[in-house]
């Protein structure tokens, strides 16, 4: 990539838009009709960030919906782990360490901007290598990092794991809330809920585990997937690409995201993610419930750097509010504004569920891009009949 213009040019933008109506036509046409919506997940909250930022929902044919997957790791973060965080943080000799975006979803009781503004030692950092620069500056304070996220940040967390070991660092802890892709995709395929006709698969996380474990999707499932990029651009030929397979009667893996993520991943990554973690035997998830395998805790070769270990965690299983259905939007059941308190008593200012605290939630960007109507800047997009051909499939 050279210019991050060229995945946002309108006229590209628009032969996309044609060729996906053209596709959709096509479908429609030799199927003698459809009895629902084709329904896409896009499994990842930076791409539900893009469709709604970029209007791309508004660009589709009304035979095309997308379904808003559990691709944003703070807001599958059930309650109870929060609580857990919370507890930790109000420990009198702890320093709480975290990524902005966790700072404000909310507990039980209080979220750890609550905490830290009744008096925690909570920090933000922007990696887990900052909390450890922090834990050798303060060698007599405990100096916990709240790891979260999928295989995306993973490896950075690993790493410093290792890094904390090989110096010796003994007042540095990691409370682990991290998650995997596969198992969550898995348990969204067996819902009776959900009938979904493909899939744009996540970037940053494929970055790191490559494309292959992908294949149960098309090979088991029989659904297609593309591994998708961010930009508008990289969303529609993701959308088309999908498209094209149902129209061809194919399931497979595609990649459209090749300038980023290698087939087999990154080497590194992985082998620091195997040293430092195992899989759990299952990980509660909000709006989910438990997903056998879909979480990981530290080896107990690190159990030193281990904060379950070394401070007792209640780790309860709390209910969300009644009138929170954040649930149902993470599962795909329900749109985010079909939820009960969307946009009055639950806003980005005062949020009642996580899925409207960080800026990859789909109600915060429901909320923030969705009531913005960009569908007249593509009024013109089916009139242009030589489109299709003009480079679609580069």
Known sequence: ???????????????????????????VRERGGLQRPLQIM????????????????????PEVEFVHGPGCPVC??????????????????????TFGDAMRVPGSRKSLLKAKADGADVRMVYSPLDALAIARENPHRE???????????????????LQAHAERIR????FCNHITIIPTIKA????????????LGPGHVSMVIGTRPYRFIAEHY???????????LDVLQSVWMVLRQIADGRCEVENQYGRIVP???????????????????????????????????????????????????ANLKIADPKSCQCGEVLKGVIKPQQCKVFGTACTPQTPLGSLMVSSEGACAAHYRYARIDTSALFAHATDASHALGQGVGA
């Open 1 to 27: 990539m050279k210019y991050v213009d060229e995945f946002r040019d309108p006229e590209k933008a628009r032969t996309l838009t044609y060729a996906i109506h053209q596709l959709v036509e096509r479908i």
């Open 42 to 61: 896009e499994v990842c909250g930076g791409h539900t960030h893009s469709i709604f930022r970029y209007g791309i929902h508004q660009m589709l044919p």
């Open 76 to 97: 599958v973060l059930p309650m109870g782990r929060v609580d857990d965080c919370v507890a930790l943080a109000e420990r009198p000799e702890v320093i709480f360490t």
């Open 143 to 161: 100096v916990i990092f709240f790891g979260l996220g999928f295989e995306t940040t993973m490896p950075s967390t690993a790493m410093t794991v």
């Open 171 to 174: 007042n540095f802890s990691l």
């Open 188 to 199: 969204i395929l067996d819902s009776p809920d959900l009938h979904l006709d493909g899939f």
């Open 222 to 232: 029989r659904r297609p997937i593309t591994i998708a990029g961010f930009e508008p």
């Open 263 to 313: 087939e087999d991943g990154n080497a590194q990554a992985l082998s620091a993610i195997q040293q430092v973690f195992e899989l759990r035997e299952f990980f509660e998830w909000r709006g989910l419930g438990s997903i056998d395998h879909s979480g990981v805790r530290i080896r107990e070769s690190f159990a030193a750097f281990d904060a379950e270990r070394k401070f007792p965690v």
